[in-house]
């Protein structure tokens, strides 16, 4: 997971649960030949344990040599899978613990997490949703404990499409994801009471957004990487307002100033400082704390 859930400006991807490849383990070492017609002629039979070429011990029900209906098969690493199985496969509903003690519960498709289940850590992060192919996509909600948790649309195993991300100290975000990422338009909100609606790409504040603060500012404007840079209105809580150009996060360019009298000035600020005013009477320097 790293530490992305501290701060707003970082990944907020958190840990992706991505189960230990299982599809390959659920096939015989020793190939069956013409199951067709062995399943065609067999009857569904409980027998003992057999241990299998791979050294894997399989408990329950066959059909003919096609392990089939309920089972449990025990690999020599400790893993195991204990539920329904056709034609020699995990299918259906069923539990595997994985030698690292990772546990899913869910459905499966010929040998691999496909379906609704849930994947449990042995560290405590979770996830309940619906699985395709044995990643995680479509509807899904991820838990790191302490409060740390996404609901939304996964794709391929990532986060992918709308989603709600709280982290453990109240921050969250609502919007849309793209490959783990933040990226379309969202809304965050900051533990200290700032906001910001707008757009996003790659977990960075990127294209139009409006920006407020507890204390009354707001921003509105064009975004570059998580600062302001190009187009952008800024107004302080007595009224002021700075109508301009932005780069770097600072007032850069021509702008159009009004003071909380309604006195309009047109100048030109570089770096976060006004050089000089167009025309009117001297005033005080501005320099904008944003």
């Known amino acids: 997971m790293g530490n992305s859930l501290a701060c707003y400006d970082s990944n907020v991807s958190g840990q992706i649960i991505e189960p230990k490849p299982i599809d390959q383990q659920w096939v015989l070492a020793e190939p069956?030949?013409?199951?067709?017609?062995?399943?065609?002629?067999?009857?569904?039979?409980?027998?003992?344990a057999k241990t299998l070429d791979n050294g894997a011990v399989y408990t329950g029900?066959?059909?003919?040599?096609?392990?089939?209906g309920k089972g449990n098969q025990q690999w020599p690493d400790g893993s195991a899978y204990d539920g329904n199985w056709?034609?020699?496969?995990?299918?259906?509903?069923?539990?595997?613990?994985?030698?690292?003690?990772?546990?899913?519960?869910?459905?499966?498709?010929?040998?691999?997490?496909?379906?609704?289940?849930?994947?449990?850590?042995?560290?405590?992060?979770?996830?309940?949703?619906?699985?395709?192919?044995?990643?995680q996509d479509g509807e899904g909600i991820e838990t790191w404990g302490e409060g740390v948790k996404f609901e939304g649309q996964f794709k391929m195993g990532k986060k992918h499409g709308k989603g709600y991300f709280v982290w453990q100290d109240g921050a969250n975000y609502k919007g849309e994801f793209s490959g783990n990422d933040r990226s379309g338009t969202g809304i965050y909100q900051w533990a200290d009471g700032r906001r910001y609606d707008g757009q996003w790409k790659a977990n960075k504040m990127h294209g139009k957004g409006f920006f407020t603060w507890r204390d009354g500012r707001t921003y509105e404007g064009e975004y570059n990487n998580d600062e302001k840079e190009g187009k952008g209105i800024f107004k302080w809580p007595d009224g002021s307002v700075y109508d301009g150009q932005w780069k770097a996060g600072k007032l850069n360019g021509r702008g159009t100033y009004t003071s909380s009298t309604g006195q309009v000035r047109e100048?030109?600020?570089?770096?976060?400082?006004?050089?000089?005013?167009?025309?009117?009477?001297?005033?005080?320097?501005?320099?904008?704390s944003v």
Do not use: C, M
């Open 86 to 135: 056709q034609n020699d496969k995990a299918n259906g509903r069923g539990r595997f613990i994985h030698d690292n003690g990772d546990l899913y519960d869910g459905e499966w498709l010929d040998g691999v997490a496909h379906g609704e289940g849930s994947y449990k850590h042995q560290d405590g992060s979770t996830y309940a949703g619906q699985w395709v192919n044995d990643k």
């Open 267 to 288: 100048g030109i600020w570089e770096n976060g400082q006004r050089r000089h005013f167009n025309s009117g009477p001297p005033a005080s320097e501005l320099t904008a």
């Open 32 to 48: 069956v030949s013409d199951v067709g017609n062995q399943l065609a002629n067999a009857k569904l039979e409980e027998r003992p």
């Open 61 to 68: 029900q066959w059909l003919g040599e096609v392990r089939e």
